[in-house]
């Protein structure tokens, strides 16, 4: 997958294309839908297959201030959406330009005079342009008097007749259950970052663990996980258990993911991680001494083998 972080100047090989438009926050089942209709269109008229995402995300742009919620920093997402078969991904810069940009402008100067798009699908409720003023309408309009196809794509809903959406996602994450959140991703959600050097109190305990600083991402709720991890670029998973928190025993303040690798023997320091989480074992707590946190330990690393051993490699 190629993967384009402007739009002016392209290649004869990056116009053209058909291109699925949206911020693919978790690149869920109704995302993959999406996807995949514009992955058909693609194939059945001979173009690349193209996603457009924005950089960092609006929301992001106007609250720089505010409380992380993506569930995929770019690189993840960039990874799900090559796995979906994604063949240019272009990375729109959001500025103070763009956040200016009528829509308009927004389909005349970008999606027609710089990148010729013959077919963009998007989302009933995809919104762009200044101050959200286009709409999937406006925009079927504006392909009708500038001659490319689009494609409003409808909500995908659960068994239950419930919409699928990113904000569903982030509740149930937030709420401790990360099954519910998995079913509706159609894959385990994980958090990705450079394993760095802690405070070596694990090993001394007879469970070391390797500590990820959760950056530009939603936080979970606090507490102990059975998790599946993937060290650097390979497909192993390794079982593991994991704590998410502050350390309340230790006195700690900022929020980490320490996780300890179910027989695993190995230096992990500097290694990019990626942790699944899988399930929920319990909620984060303080312990009256170090004995009282061993056998918790013990307890978890028993539970979460027996949980990850249960469920196999399926997704609810």
């Not at 519910?180 to 760095?196: D, F, I, K, N, S």
């Not at 695993?264 to 991680?273: A, C, I, K, R, S």
Request: charged share 25%; glycine share 12%; net charge neutral.
């Amino acid at each position: 997958m190629r993967i384009l972080h402007h739009y002016r100047n392209v290649s004869v090989e990056a116009r053209g294309t058909v291109a699925a438009l949206g911020n693919f926050d978790g690149v869920h089942l109704g995302h993959r839908a999406l996807l995949d209709e514009t992955k058909r269109i693609a194939q059945q008229t001979n173009r690349a297959f193209a996603a457009f995402v924005f950089e960092p995300y609006p929301r992001e742009f106007f609250r720089p201030d505010g409380k992380s919620f993506r569930l995929t920093p770019f690189r993840a997402k960039a990874r799900l959406l090559e796995e979906c078969g994604v063949d240019i991904l272009f990375v729109l810069p959001f500025d103070r330009e763009l956040a200016g940009t009528t829509s308009e402008d927004f389909v005349l100067d970008i999606l027609v005079r710089e990148l010729g798009v013959r077919h963009v699908v998007v989302g009933e409720d995809f919104r762009y342009g200044k101050s959200r003023a286009g709409d999937a309408t406006v925009l079927s309009y504006m392909g009708e008097m500038e001659g490319f196809g689009v494609t409003i794509f409808p909500h995908l809903n659960d068994g239950a007749g419930a919409k699928i959406s990113s904000s569903r996602i982030r509740i149930a994450l937030e709420e401790g259950r990360p099954d519910e959140a998995a079913r509706l991703l159609g894959h385990w959600w994980g958090v990705e970052g450079h394993v760095t050097e802690g405070d070596k109190r694990g090993r001394t305990l007879g469970f070391p663990t390797a500590n990820v600083t959760l950056e530009g991402t939603l936080e979970p709720a606090f507490g102990v996980y059975a998790v599946r991890a993937f060290i650097g670029g390979s497909g192993l998973a390794h079982d593991g258990v994991a704590n998410f928190g502050r350390r309340p025993t230790f006195g700690g303040t900022a929020p980490r993911l320490e996780t300890h690798l179910l027989d695993f023997v190995g230096d992990l320091y500097g290694q990019l991680l990626r942790v699944e989480l899988v399930s929920f074992l319990r909620p984060e707590q303080k312990f009256s001494g170090l004995e009282a946190l061993k056998a918790q330990l013990v307890s978890d690393r028993d539970e979460a083998r027996r949980r990850l051993a249960a469920l196999g490699k399926s997704v609810p």
